[in-house]
Structures are given as C-alpha cells and as structure tokens.
C-alpha cells in the first residue's frame, strides 16, 4: 500500500526512497488544505491596472493605527503646550518696570540785600563767579560712561546724551526762554508724564508737581529779553542703576543768563549798559528704563531750582521773575505760612542771595 504522500503512479525513478523523506516538511495533510482560506482574482480584476498585489488589511488594523497616530499626536500637542506654559511662567522673568513716576519739583527764589548790580553783559560775567564757566552748552559736558551690572556701556552712553539734549534744550534754548518753544522739550518726554507737561502750562500751580518753570527755565518777554551774549553755563552729570531694569541721572548745573528790560530795545544802548545777571541752579533727576533709552525719552523725576536775584514773593510758577539792574526786592521774608489752614500744605520757600555771587563791580 502507498503511503500517503505517493502519488497514484508510484515513487518517481531516480529518486531514492520516493523522495519522502526530503519532501516530508512542504507537503501539507488534507486537513491543512481543507482548511486553508484561498482567494482567486477574477479575470477582470487580473485585468485591472491598478489591482493590488496582496489583500487590504483587516478594518481593525487600520482602526488601531489611527489610533496609535492620533495619540501621538496628542501628546506632541500637550508637550508644545507644555513648553509655552513654562516660557511665559518661568521664574527668571524681567522684573516688571515701574510706571512714570509724576515730577516733583522745588523752586526758591533768592533775594539780593541790596540793589541789583547792572552795567554791560561783558563786564558783569568779568567781574562775577561765572567768569570762568563754558559758554553755553560747552558747559553741559558728560562723563565717561562705563556699563554697570544690568546695562551696557552703549546704555549708559544712550541715558547720559539724552539728560544732556533735556538738559540744554530746557535751559538754553533761546526759543524755550523767551516764553515760547516748549514743545521741544515735550517730545524728549516718557508720554506717561505728558499730561502732568500739559497741565503745567495750561494750568499752572504752585503745587509742587504743575509749575511750568519746573520743566523749564522760561521768562516773560513781556518783562525781560536776552541780552544777546551766550549764557554762562558750568555742572556735572552722575549715573546711578536703582534696579537691574532702570537707570538714573542726576543733572547739577548752574547757568548764568544776562538780562535787560524788554522796553530796551536791540538799538537801546542805554538799555543795553543797564543788563544785569541773573543765577539759576537746576539739579534734575532723570529716570530710563530700557524702552526708553531705545525711544530717547526721558521721565524727570526731580526738578529743584535755585534762582534770583528775585524776590521772596515772586509768583514764578508759570514765569521766572527776576529783579533787573537798580531794582530791590519788595520784602526780606517771603509770605506766611498758615500752619492751621488746610488742604494742600505747601510752605514757601526763599534764601538769601549772597554778596559774593553777585558782579563785583570796580566803583566808579
């Protein structure tokens, strides 16, 4: 009898044993076959450009992989989000930079013991303290400016030039001293302080924050003119960092301005022998933050004024009022203070002019 791997026509020749042992592993029982699932293309499907070379996988298999893709994608989607929470959460953040501080300021008149002294421009700067100071603003000078813990050299540099343009903008400028031309210095301004700058001038105040002469030296060209001679100017800048995100300048300077009467006119050579000087000392406190030296804008936090001869009764808020050549102060004390009243306290302030600061004129 044959075994069950032989075919109908017997062991093949030339084939030891039938070959059975050799063939054992790749012939497959009945059962095998019959269980085997076959699938056979049709004509027109062997036909067919586009028919795929093996089966479509199981439904469930595409389920699971789109499963497994929108998974992942979650998950890259919760560490992205997770990455911005911790950027805009993280501990190391700029500290928070302060709002413009408003401007306070202070201004006493200085009040002569005698008359004024007068004579020419030229020989009153010859014979005062202010013969050796700069002309103008050669005298705003600026130190060396090196970086500090939080802000470069370039920095410092950016701050200390834009306390110098307010600086001789405010106090120099010809057209911002006869009365006029203040928008100069508005545009050097941080825009937070710009309507307290408003204010000051269309409401001025004796209030210590709304007096336009605290931004500016100005004079009422109603009153005084320049005697055309450049104004002796002498001071110093200071830098100081108050914060890793804001730095401050102090500005102390003295400018020495020659006056006359405005009824004297530029061909009045009487008037024009008849100038007299007149001090202002201003010490300024700038404040910059990082945009602001990016912008060029200035916050003044500070603004002190000593100014005369004037005066103790001088309502210079919105004007300074100096005495001219010949004229004597009205009073030796400046008005009361009435401790008991309320509302705004604002003590008035005035100081003795020194002999010594005024010209020391040669008699005649």
Not at 240 to 266: I, K, W
Not at 308 to 313: A, I, L, T
Request: charged share 25%.
């Amino acid at each position: 009898m044959d075994g069950p791997g032989d075919p109908p026509e017997g062991t093949p020749e030339g084939v030891p044993g039938g070959g059975e042992d050799e063939y054992r592993s790749v012939v497959f029982d009945e059962s095998f076959v019959r269980a085997a699932r076959l699938q056979e293309l049709s004509a027109n499907e062997r036909m067919g450009d586009h028919a795929l070379a093996v089966r479509n996988r199981h439904v469930w298999a595409r389920v699971r992989t789109s499963r497994q893709v929108l998974v992942l994608v979650i998950l890259i989607a919760l560490a992205f989000g997770t990455a911005v929470y911790m950027g805009l959460r993280h501990p190391y953040r700029d500290p928070v930079v302060p709002a413009a501080e408003p401007l306070r300021s202070t201004l006493v008149p200085l009040a002569p013991r005698d008359a004024v002294p007068g004579g020419t421009a030229r020989e009153l700067f010859e014979h005062s303290p202010a013969a050796q100071f700069r002309l103008g603003p050669e005298g705003v000078t600026l130190p060396a400016a090196r970086s500090t813990q939080h802000f470069s050299e370039s920095q410092v540099m950016a701050a200390l030039a834009a306390a110098k343009e307010y600086t001789v903008k405010s106090s120099l400028d010809p057209a911002v001293l006869t009365g006029g031309g203040q928008r100069s210095v508005r545009l050097l301004l941080d825009p937070e302080q710009l309507d307290q700058f408003d204010r000051s001038f269309d409401h001025p105040a004796d209030d210590g924050r709304h007096a336009a002469t605290a931004w500016l030296v100005r004079f009422d060209p109603a009153q005084v003119t320049l005697v055309d001679t450049p104004v002796r100017t002498q001071g110093v800048f200071s830098v100081s960092e108050t914060g890793s995100s804001t730095l401050e300048v102090s500005a102390d300077h003295t400018f020495v301005y020659a006056l006359r009467p405005a009824a004297a006119g530029a061909g009045d050579k009487a008037g024009a022998d008849r100038a007299s000087l007149f001090t202002v000392r201003r010490e300024l406190r700038f404040r910059f933050d990082r945009d602001g030296l990016q912008e060029h804008h200035v916050t003044v936090l500070q603004s002190r004024l000593q100014a005369g001869p004037e005066s103790c009764s001088a309502d210079d808020e919105v004007y300074l009022r100096p005495l001219l050549a010949g004229q004597r102060p009205t009073n030796d004390a400046p008005a009361g203070t009435d401790p008991y009243t309320t509302g705004q306290a604002t003590a008035a302030l005035c100081g003795r002019l020194s002999d010594n600061a005024q010209p020391q004129l040669p008699r005649r």
